[in-house]
């Protein structure tokens, strides 16, 4: 069965480096997603992509976060730099065409900010 | 901002007990999604009911929606030990986003 890709899983950063984390998508999806959750929390959608163009980056703190996908396959998350709240679940999804499908989510990646 | 608000925040039962979970919304919505979510790891799709759906199964599970009352409700039945979980429901935000709620926890004790 197919599934979303992401890596690492996990990822310990100082505080002020740089930090990116990578996800695969199923093949065929057009929409893939980036959301962050907090411990305790629900996941909070960071990115949106239809194809390679951003759908909604409302809640994406833009003066250090950065996301990508090229050739609308791969995506790639940024942050620089990072900083201590930024600690949490970082998880990726993809869905066939927007919300009225459901999502497929990669396992995560867990940074942890010292 | 939290559209979906699961209750209750955290739920404890004995194997064998069903398990209710509710989720309510505050705008009009094309459909709400179930997910579940096993520790510390990714989410899984459970059920996606439409907005012009009442009620729907999949296997053990059962979901309904009001869409007068903007609320739904996640019943489990028969619970397992491997239902502990989190559960949240996902609706539409603005635009074509998701928005998820913030989880009940069920714990089911064997």
């Known amino acids: 069965e197919a599934e979303v890709a992401q890596s690492p899983r996990y990822k310990i950063t100082e505080k002020s480096q740089a930090v990116a984390f990578w996800c695969d998508p199923i093949s065929g999806h057009a929409t893939l997603y980036w959301y962050r959750q907090i411990l305790g929390q629900g996941p909070e959608l960071l990115v949106q992509f239809q194809d390679e163009s951003v759908v909604d980056d409302s809640q994406l703190p833009k003066d250090r976060f ?3 996908r090229l050739k609308g396959v ?3 998350l940024k ?3 990072a900083e201590l709240g930024d600690s949490a679940m970082y998880l990726c999804a993809s869905s066939l065409a927007g919300v009225v499908y459901e999502q497929y989510f990669g396992p995560g990646t867990r940074l ?3 | ?5 699961e209750d209750p925040q955290a739920l404890s ?3 064998g007990e069903n398990a209710t979970m509710n989720c309510s919304y505050k705008t009009s919505i094309n459909n709400l999604q179930w997910y579940r979510q096993n520790s510390g790891r990714g989410l899984v799709h459970l059920i996606l009911i439409r907005s012009n759906e009442r009620e729907k199964h999949s296997g053990r599970l059962r979901v309904t929606l009001d869409t007068s009352k903007k609320s739904s409700s996640l019943l489990i039945t028969a619970s397992r030990a491997a239902d502990t979980a989190s559960y949240f429901c996902a609706t539409e ?18």
């Open chain 1, 66 to 68: 950065s996301a990508e």
């Open chain 1, 74 to 76: 791969d995506s790639t």
């Open chain 1, 79 to 81: 942050i620089q730099p």
């Open chain 1, 112 to 114: 942890t900010v010292t």
């Open chain 2, 1 to 5: 901002s939290q559209q979906g608000e």
């Open chain 2, 13 to 15: 039962i004995q194997e």
């Open chain 2, 93 to 110: 935000g603005q635009g074509f986003s998701f928005i998820f709620g913030k989880g009940t926890r069920l714990l089911v004790k064997p």
